[in-house]
């Protein structure tokens, strides 16, 4: 590993720049930093303690309501209720778990378990993966705003698009082909059914966000983080709201996840077999992930959006909401514009959505 300067030993000698690119080059990633015996976290992730704070949210009645989806299809009032509790959450806070939502526990599991394989295997056989080229099939890479976020995280990842157009099986990692088409196929019915719920909430018909293709495009992200030596001084995932229509998160059971609301921070404690339906940008919905002493920790993020996807189609306000008392607040854009705006901006605190104001 390179001899990456401590946070203790910061002065202003200290070149962020060189050492980002010494560190990215090692193709390791945080895991060969902890593998490497690292007992202080390098400058380039120090994170200030306000931000990556892991002292306990205050107590408070605020939280992440965790919805049942079981027999929606079969009761009407069921399902009313479910849309109710949907349009609630989502204005209020943004995030909600989902229960008995189809998808198998032991496909659940066994993409986590996967996830945690790739990234454990031997170092060499996952060097070959290591990449900042958002066009290949298959991306592992450490913060894919490395260069340009004002804190590195404590974490590695790996990328695939999965739909509209999946990638060629002999693209992607043995340790974790089979299950990522598996999990895609499940992730992918639940974000339908998701987008029906989302779109009754609003009033409209079920169909409506479908019919716009918000369901089109799928991103699958999966993030290793590892035990930090340190966790008071770095952060896992810093604050930010997702670039995506919808995100559907799977958690492992070491918890971390923090939300946002009403300017306190509120855990997101794992519920056996649930996922968290994140609404992102659409509510500029902020979370983070806190590091930890204790790891690795695990999660899947399913990002349903078209970012990437060489289209023209306008999204901005839905106009069937609109009216001369509710005017729209944001512009048309396209979503690969938006997402080229937040790769840009990277995950600095803010959210994207005020760049593209009325």
Known sequence: MPNLTPFSKLDKTFDRASELKAFDQTKAGVKGLVDSGVAEIPGIFYCPPKEASNSIP????????????????????????????????????GFFQVINHGVPVSVQEEIINRVRRFFEQDSEVKKQYYTRDYTKSFIYNCNFDLFSSPVANWRDTIVTVMAPNPPNPHDLPQVCRDIL???????????????????????????????????????????????SPQPELSIGT?????????TVLLQDNMGGLQ?????????VPPVPGAFVINVGNLLQAKHKVLANREGPRISVASFFSTGRLPTSKLYGPIKELLSEQNPPKYKEITVREYNIYFAEKGLDGTSALPHFKI
Request: hydrophobic fraction near 35%; charge should be negative.
């Open 58 to 93: 205050e107590e408070t009645h605020l939280g992440v309501p965790v919805v049942d989806l079981g027999d929606i299809d079969k009761d009407p009032f069921k399902r009313r209720q479910v849309v109710e509790e949907i349009r609630e959450a989502s204005e209020t806070g």
């Open 181 to 227: 088409f598996e999990y895609s196929k499940h992730i992918m019915k639940l974000g339908e059914l998701i987008f029906g719920l989302l779109s009754e909430a609003l009033g409209l018909k079920s169909t409506h966000l479908v019919d716009l293709d918000c369901n089109e495009g799928l991103r699958i992200i999966g993030h290793y983080y590892p035990s």
């Open 238 to 246: 810093t604050e930010h709201s997702d670039d995506t229509f919808i």
């Open 259 to 267: 939300v946002r609301q009403q300017n306190k921070w509120v855990d």
